[in-house]
């Protein structure tokens, strides 16, 4: 078609090769420009051409290295240049936001947790940009080249304007994040679901590196899943994640913000488990659970020394789960489920129960040979927003502006 060569069609492509090649460099280097050629599939002219851009622009090296099956002289091989660039990785969640200074290698620089109350007389978009404005203050003296902030969060997002319309814990209607952070910064912004980036970074950097097909279930403040699917993660570049934690359960159960009742996030999210176990501690007054104060934590380890009261609880968690995972399995087919929750303090407990749900619930051909495992990380930290950035650098999108410089 005459459109497709068209220079945006032109642009598009040089992205992709772009990030392509800075992958292969990234996973195999140090690589030999021939190497290169032959896993990108591009001819030696084309990489001599990307390879010589980022040179000049310091996003690759050269090193010399000794080429697997040659006795000769060592070979030049190329290698990323990242620690002169850094990013800013933000983590906004119930009570708190994280932010942490990272390199292109994703290596932390320093990171920090401070409050972030749910409730102030300031709006969180201006304590949100306070909070960054005063971190690059206190870190201006190790602060190398900046390339661009990533931030994630829970909540309805549109990920292309960078748009936050409503937030669970805080009181947000439409806020102006993305756009506000560019002006002020004239930074690339990158704004994703929490449970998104987790996905992703679990597919980049963590437990599911290398899986095609992966439903990663969260069960924390927030239920919900992040599906990746032929290796591209589902919905990428939409607002959505995979909202399991609104598909109902219990038709007479309690209501849920969303509107409807008996949500799945009604029953298993870390404040309704711990309400039920209050409700349910009177008639057990054996439990392990009276004499102590009440958490995820203390439930767990009560499970784990096998009070009934703690394993009835957390059994019904991951039946309730397990029947909407098993529903997922039949739909995706994935080899693994990675679960990503202080729950799997007791995973001994709760696993089986998922698994025992997969087993009877879904396709015997599907189900036979899923794993369910633990995340790699936890929920905590900045490694969801590492991961946006890394995507960013291997589709091209943010390394085409790195090299315009
Ligand atoms: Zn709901």
Redesign the pocket.
Known sequence: MIADSQPGHIDQIKQTNAGVVYRLIDQHGPISRIELSRLAQLAPASITKIVREMLEAHLVQETEFQDIGSRGRPATGLILDTVGWHYLSVRISKGDITLALRDLSSALVTEEQLPLPQEDSEPLLTRIINHIDQFFIRHQHKLERLTAIAITLPGIINTQTGIVHRMPFYPVVDMQLGPELEKRTGLPIFIQHDICAWTMAESLFGASRGARDVIHVVIDHNVGAGVITGGRLLHNGNSTLV?I????VDPYGKQ?????HG????VASISSILTQAEQRMPSSPNSRLHHQPLSIDALCDAACQGDQLATDIIIGVGNSVGRIVAVMVNLFNPQKILIGSPLNRASEILYPAIAACIRQQSLPAYSSQIAVEPTQFVNLGTMPGAALVKDALYNGSLLVKLLQG
């Open positions: 909202e934690g609104h598909t109902q849920c913000y969303c509107g409807n949500c799945l996030e009604t």
